[in-house]
């Protein structure tokens, strides 16, 4: 053994290395878990259960002992996922031509661009500038825009019925419907370079909306008579909600195309529109209440 080997040994032993373990102490039997656990049983307060009636909001979800529910987490996670994954998804380049549809892009660059630069997203490139100056109809009566917006997977996904719907709603009122286009990378005001170039009397951006919970197909889509660059939202109306779920597309269509009529009548778009005597409107013209949607499961739990 070696010298360095033998000095660390005899100062073990005089810290006391040498000298045995105390006896273990004596542990109590535990007693086996319970084949199942019971918890506090899930319960809503009455006001709670009044008020989610007249909300999809989480209200009133109860809890378990000072948890959620197994069942509410997982619906929450699984409507995240789908606001996520509309939020992620991008419009294919040739998406747009494949469809019949003249194709634009904003000034963004790429998707991380467009999530942090809205203001990009509202002018178009200068290629897509000249695109649509070459080969777009010039004074429509009505300019109709599909875009993607913050859900690529509504625009794809019921974008083009509702553009088809609101073609047929506007020729049968004899109004002349401009090129259809399809944007990508876009912002809602982008509709208004877009209609102020082609001189469009009224322009109708129809995009996907910022998704919620479990929502992640809404369109949303914007109106304003006398496009031109500079219009903020308040010269603008619009619809959201349009999905099978909320404002059917067909039902979105005739609504839409009765709002264009009350701006070419008026002359005005915006908070300067009276709505108050279309009534063919519905729950749209007025101020009463409005019953919410229904709120979709995504997850099912054995029992």
Not at 104 to 122: C, I, K, M, Q, Y
Not at 123 to 128: A, K, N, P, V
């Amino acid at each position: 053994m070696s010298r360095t080997r033998t000095l660390v040994s005899e100062l073990r032993s005089r810290l006391g290395a040498a000298d045995p373990l105390p006896p273990a102490p004596a542990v109590p039997d535990i007693p086996p878990p319970p084949a199942r656990v019971f918890p506090v049983v899930l319960e809503r307060g009455r006001f709670a259960q009044a008020a989610a009636k007249h909300t999809t909001a989480l209200v009133g979800i109860g809890q378990v002992g000072s948890r959620y529910a197994t069942d509410v987490v997982l619906q929450f996670q699984a409507e995240l996922a789908v606001a996520h994954e509309a939020v992620n998804t991008e419009l294919p380049d040739e998406w747009g031509e494949g469809h019949a549809l003249l194709p634009l892009r904003s000034r963004v660059t790429d998707h991380r661009e467009f999530l942090l630069r809205p203001d990009l997203g509202r002018r178009l490139d200068d290629d897509s500038l000249a695109r649509l100056r070459e080969r777009a109809d010039r004074d429509p009566d009505v300019q109709l825009i599909l875009a993607d917006g913050l859900s690529a997977v509504a625009c794809v996904g019921s974008g083009l019925d509702l553009m088809s719907h609101m073609t047929r709603e506007c020729e049968a009122r004899g109004w002349r419907v401009g090129t259809p286009v399809c944007a990508k990378f876009a912002r809602v005001w982008l509709e208004d370079e877009i209609g102020e170039e082609v001189g469009a009397k009224v322009a109708v951006i129809i995009l996907g909306e910022r998704p919620g919970l479990g929502t992640g197909d809404g369109l949303s889509a914007y109106v304003v008579h006398g496009p031109r660059v500079g219009n903020t939202d308040g010269n603008r109306n619009m619809m959201s909600n349009i999905h099978q779920r909320g404002t059917p597309p067909n039902q979105a269509a005739q609504r839409l195309a009765l709002l264009i009529d009350a701006m070419m009548t008026q002359g005005t778009s915006g908070v300067g529109l009276d709505l108050t005597g279309l009534a063919d409107l519905g729950e749209a013209a007025g101020t009463g209440y409005r019953a919410p949607q229904v709120r979709e499961r995504l997850v099912e739990m054995d029992r």
